[in-house]
Every structure is written in structure tokens, then in C-alpha cells.
């Protein structure tokens, strides 16, 4: 379970910066912006994941 929400985190992050470059590349905002939010979503995953793993151990 916990490796698939580490993949998941990890897949977030890098879609969100894709979108992030392209956006800023092609100079659309949204796109920037959405791209942002996706990976500080896959950050925040990321971060939850490893509080589990300190606390396991």
C-alpha cells in the first residue's frame, strides 16, 4: 500500500511539473498554475508518506 501511494506522489509531481514547463513555455498561466497545484498536491502526498515511514519505524 505504502509503495503505491509513494508512486502515485512521485507520478503527481512530475505530471504537475510538466505542466508547469509547458504552461511557462507556450506562456499560458492556467497551465502554469494547475501545474503548480498538482505538484505541491504530489509534494504534501510525499510528505505524509514518509511521516508514516518515521513512525513505523
Known amino acids: 500500500m505504502a509503495g503505491s501511494e509513494k508512486a502515485k506522489a512521485k507520478k503527481e509531481q ?7 514547463t509547458v ?4 506562456g499560458n498561466e492556467e497551465m ?3 501545474g503548480r497545484a498538482e505538484k505541491a498536491k504530489g509534494d504534501a502526498r510525499q510528505a505524509k508518506e514518509k511521516g508514516k515511514d518515521v513512525f513505523r519505524g
Open 23 to 26: 504552461g511557462r513555455t507556450i
Open 14 to 20: 512530475v505530471k504537475g511539473k510538466t505542466k508547469e
Open 32 to 34: 502554469t498554475a494547475k
